[in-house]
């Protein structure tokens, strides 16, 4: 299919006699927001995990752009155009923005051997990037990290994403331990990610969330892939829920 | 609109300020009661023996800065000039093999740390407790117990680590160059170059700092690796001054050399490091050492004052620190 970016075929984790993930099955299109969903345990973070190289799959296989990859490590997949986002966003809060958005691979400038990091682009590039996933408030790109709000941080952590074009970025509980506005920010961060043509994985336990943001929904359970093609515009939330619980809770 | 605040405020909330003020209070508190304090000929004393110290100091500012410590300084100080000057006085290499040979076993001991630590999960303060041990132990073996006498030699290593340089009337050691070389390069490799980037974030959160493809583990061994190099090359610097290499020296260094680091400004468990700060903290412990003896108070009563700067400057850190994060 020419519109997919991501396939995983077959895939099946083990960890000891877990069986973590059995068969799973697992595309993401381009320009599309998929939603995760899943209860506890269901394998989400699993399949999430390996895909961004932090696991290695017992078997199966992951393509992307129709081309076989091999994922090892967190260095693969960010040279696969896989960005992740974890829940604590993983800053680094003593550094400043523009530190933390070019951690790894610092531009340089002047001779190689003097390893001298061009602070002056990285500040100028960090206050457009913030600029935009909409932090519309002025905060210089000095600012430590830990001078920011919950909902700052994960701006910041999606704007080191959509900057190295990143071509699917994997959201993890993008939305925990933050205010109802904050969320409001955050969410939309995702979708003008997506405008400017990235791709997203948005893993939450808040379903509500995952409605007013995806394109798809898929759910696991047990280490299954049990519905892959839901459309979070002709269904409701129960409905989800009762998929990702395997229980019609409605008889309940 | 770029949110500008004043020259000052910017000045006043750098870490290095509290530390700087303290300095200037205890050269014009002790210049006022004696002053003596600020002849050539103190400086001179001044200057001998704090880049040996300093110099260990500095390498330790880049190791807390990555979140580790390092407690077998000390004990390399001592070991690695008994090294060389044993292998010098056997007749078994010369002085500039010997002093290779010496660096090398420090390197070792550097990677050893670094290994333990990174590798094995064991936190720095014991695997570097252990090695202190270990290293402490193999000098006194060595030698018995008793100093190496440094026999003569006209090496010019001698010349280039601690040939005496006068500037008008003040006399001092090639190894305050050293020291300000020392700083200049690791100052500029902390805030300027990417490796200090690498550094800073391995000391502020390892996790995510590797979650962004930083080699953290190599980052720290090799850090680990330049410590104790630096402190080896400070000890045989000491003991080519003093002339004679006691297994013994350098005992205590590593807690004087932690606190220097600390009072500069340095977080204890890593993310923030400051070079110019270290500089003034090496100078605030050693003006005060020499200076409270100059004023008529005890010498005995040092660790007094040192234990009370070190209170206050923590306290003062902190206290910027949480106004830092107020955001104000």
């Keep these: 299919m020419a519109n997919e970016l991501v396939r995983m075929e077959h895939i099946n984790k083990l960890f000891g006699r877990v069986q973590a993930l059995s068969d799973v099955n697992f595309t993401v299109n ?4 998929v939603g995760l969903l899943g209860d506890n345990g269901a394998g989400k973070s699993t399949l999430i995990k390996i ?63 003097l390893n001298r990091m061009d602070q002056d682009a990285m500040n100028e590039a960090a206050s457009k990037l913030i600029r935009r ?25 999606i704007a080191r994403a959509m900057q190295f074009q990143s071509e699917l970025i994997i959201l993890d509980e993008p939305t925990n331990n933050l205010g109802v506005e904050e969320t409001h920010g955050v969410l939309n961060f995702v979708r003008a990610a997506r405008d400017s043509g990235h791709s997203c994985i948005f893993i939450a336990h808040n379903i509500y969330h995952v409605f007013q943001v995806v394109d798809r929904i898929v759910v696991m359970r047990r280490g299954k892939m049990v519905a892959d093609n839901i459309n979070p515009k002709e269904t409701t939330v129960e409905k989800v829920e009762e998929v990702i619980t395997g229980m019609n809770l409605a008889a309940m | 609109m770029e949110q500008r605040s004043s020259f000052l405020q910017r000045l006043v909330a750098r870490a290095e300020f509290g530390p700087f003020v303290l300095l200037m209070v205890e050269i014009i508190v002790f210049t006022l009661i004696n002053q003596a304090f600020l002849s050539p000929g103190n400086i001179g004393n001044l200057l001998a023996f704090t880049p040996e110290l300093g110099i260990i100091a500095l390498a330790m500012t880049m190791l807390m800065t990555a979140g580790e410590f390092d407690l077998s300084v000390g004990s390399v100080f001592g070991l690695m000039p008994v090294i060389m000057w044993t292998l010098y006085n056997t007749g078994a290499t010369s002085l500039e093999i010997g002093f290779l040979i010496a660096i ?6 550097g990677f050893a740390n670094g290994w333990f630590v990174t590798k094995l999960k064991i936190p720095s303060f014991l695997v570097t407790l252990g090695m202190l041990l270990v290293v402490r132990g193999t000098a006194l073996y060595i030698t018995d117990g008793f100093p190496q006498a440094r026999w003569s030699s006209d090496s010019p290593l001698l010349k280039i680590l601690v040939g005496e340089i006068t500037v008008g009337q003040v006399r001092f050691y090639a190894s305050v160059i050293w020291f300000i070389l020392f700083a200049a390069i690791l100052g500029y ?31 720290k061994v ?34 004087e050399v932690i606190a220097m680091v600390v009072i500069g400004g340095t977080a204890l468990n890593g993310g923030r490091g400051t070079i110019v700060g270290t500089v003034i903290g090496i100078l605030i412990l050693r003006l005060m050492r020499n200076g409270i003896v100059l004023i008529g108070v005890p010498g005995l009563a040092y660790n ?16 910027l620190e949480r106004r830092h994060n107020a955001g104000t």
């Design chain 1, 30 to 33: 381009k320009n599309e927001i």
């Design chain 1, 51 to 113: 895909l961004s190289g932090a696991l290695q799959p017992s078997s199966g296989d992951i393509y992307m752009h129709d081309k076989r990859v091999t994922i090892r490590n967190t260095n693969d997949a960010i040279a696969n155009g896989i960005e992740t986002i974890y829940q604590d966003s993983a800053l680094v809060t003593q550094l400043s923005i523009a530190r933390n958005l070019f951690l790894g691979r610092e531009p340089l400038k002047g001779p190689r051997w």
């Design chain 1, 133 to 157: 996933v909409g932090i519309t408030k002025n905060i210089p790109p000095t600012t430590p990290i830990s001078a920011l709000s919950g909902g700052e941080r994960q701006a910041v952590a």
């Design chain 2, 104 to 109: 090398a076993v420090a390197a070792f001991i």
């Design chain 2, 189 to 219: 490799i902390l805030t300027q170059s990417k490796l200090g980037n690498w550094i800073l974030a391995s000391g502020g959160n390892a996790v995510s700092a590797r979650a962004r493809g930083v080699r953290v583990s190599s980052t």
């Design chain 2, 222 to 255: 090799g850090l680990f690796i330049l410590t104790s190099v630096l402190a080896a090359f400070a000890g045989i610097v000491s003991s080519i001054r003093v002339s004679t290499a006691n297994p013994n020296s350098g005992t205590g260094y590593e807690l």
């Design chain 2, 304 to 319: 007094i004052f040192i234990g009370a700067i070190i209170l206050g400057m923590m306290a003062l850190h902190s206290w």
